[in-house]
């Protein structure tokens, strides 16, 4: 008698594929969490009056930049994946081609 707990032969061919604009956006969301802790660290320092006003604007300038241009990135590596799978899609031959055309 076989116990199977859970279908694994159709598993791989269920789940969706992630492309690697995905990862590449979500690594980039991260570097903009980093950048958006400096921006509440530095703005934290400013207004507790514990570092200088040089160096807590400074971080705090650093952490914005960071923060728009990594959300810039994030956004631009998304795009550019549903413009690689829009691709694939229409150079399939199907349905969506008579669409795009």
């Known amino acids: 008698m ?3 707990i859970a279908n694994t ?3 791989p061919t269920s789940r ?3 492309g690697r604009g995905a990862v590449v956006c979500g690594l980039w969301l991260r570097v ?4 958006a802790s400096a921006v509440a660290v530095g703005v934290m320092q400013l ?3 514990e ?3 040089v160096p ?4 705090t300038l ?3 930049l960071l923060t728009a241009f990594s959300v810039r990135s994030a956004r631009g590596a998304l795009d550019a994946a549903d413009d690689a799978a829009s691709t694939l899609v229409v150079s399939a031959g199907s349905p969506a081609r008579s669409l795009a055309i």
């Open 2 to 4: 076989s116990s199977q």
């Open 9 to 11: 032969s159709s598993y």
């Open 16 to 18: 969706p594929q992630i």
């Open 32 to 35: 903009a969490f980093i950048g």
């Open 47 to 49: 207004l507790g009056g």
């Open 51 to 53: 570092m200088k006003l």
């Open 56 to 59: 807590a604007l400074a971080l």
């Open 62 to 64: 650093v952490g914005g």
